[in-house]
């Protein structure tokens, strides 16, 4: 007596949400799993990419931060570039200017120190932002195919519910809530995938816009720098302008004779 009871105890336990996630894969067999693990890839590998780009665009903007604070207080790029991080983007752009300076003088073609130098820092800016795009392509496609391959997911349930009620004559709700049920859970799995994979997509295309213009605002900078020898640097941000020379004060009248 007591072990039918807790048999019926287990049973009921067993089935009291026949109608669940875990349930719903089991229904729908190896597609079902294959669509599921697909999609949780994608988001495992779209997480992983956005906090990677967000560490290394925090670490870029951390650096242009100390680079308008102090970097043009110099006598000479080489100073200013022993006080970057090394393998850093600054540094790599001021290394790139200096390198260029050098080679110039190395060329057999007559070529304006102006254009070597602009499209060598150019190319650095390239290969700093080429490197900070790395990754986004991926959360782009994610965002671009992840519901359809949800909806894959949602097609082949209602077939299997069609399949059901073909077969069986009765369409009752308990012979095809499973295969719908699959198929919803599908569609709503390929949104949580794909829209925080495009949220983050455009949150790192704009943080990289503005890292672009303050590297480019830089290498101009660096740029002024080189062509001119030193003479010409940027202005540091925040700092006053000299105050004007006082005028000497007026010598006094001459007591005119009575």
């Given amino acids: 007596m007591l072990t039918t009871i807790l048999t019926a105890a287990a049973g009921g336990a067993k089935n009291e949400n026949p109608y669940g996630f875990w349930e719903a894969l089991q229904q729908g067999g190896v597609i079902a799993w294959s669509v599921a693990g697909i999609l949780t890839l994608m988001l495992f590998v779209s997480l992983y990419i956005f906090f990677v780009k967000i560490f290394e665009q925090s670490k870029i903007n951390a650096q242009t931060k100390r680079v308008r604070s102090g970097f043009w207080n110099l006598t000479s790029l080489r100073e200013g570039a022993a ?62 195919t992840a519901p359809f391959i949800g909806l894959f997911g949602t097609v082949v349930g209602i077939y299997r519910a069609l399949i059901k009620i073909g077969s069986s004559g009765d369409p009752s709700i308990d012979k095809v809530a499973g295969p719908v049920g699959e198929a919803l859970i599908m569609t709503a799995f390929g949104l949580v995938v794909a829209v925080p994979a495009v949220l983050g997509y455009n949150f790192l295309q704009r943080r990289n816009k503005q890292i672009a213009e303050d590297l480019n605002a830089f290498s101009n900078d660096v740029l002024g720098f080189l062509a001119s020898n030193g003479a010409v640097r940027p202005v540091t941000r925040g700092a006053k302008p000299a105050a004007a020379p006082a005028k000497p004060a007026a010598a006094p009248a001459k007591p005119t004779a009575a």
């Avoid at 070529?111 to 150019?122: I, K, P, Q, R």
């Fill in 83 to 144: 006080k970057l991080e090394p393998n850093s983007a600054y540094r790599q752009i001021v290394d790139d200017g200096l390198a260029a300076q050098e080679q110039h003088g190395k060329l057999t073609d007559p070529v304006e120190a102006h254009d070597w130098l602009h499209g060598s820092l150019a190319r650095s800016e390239a290969t700093i932002n080429s490197s900070l795009g790395g990754g986004l392509a991926f959360l782009a496609t994610v965002g671009a």
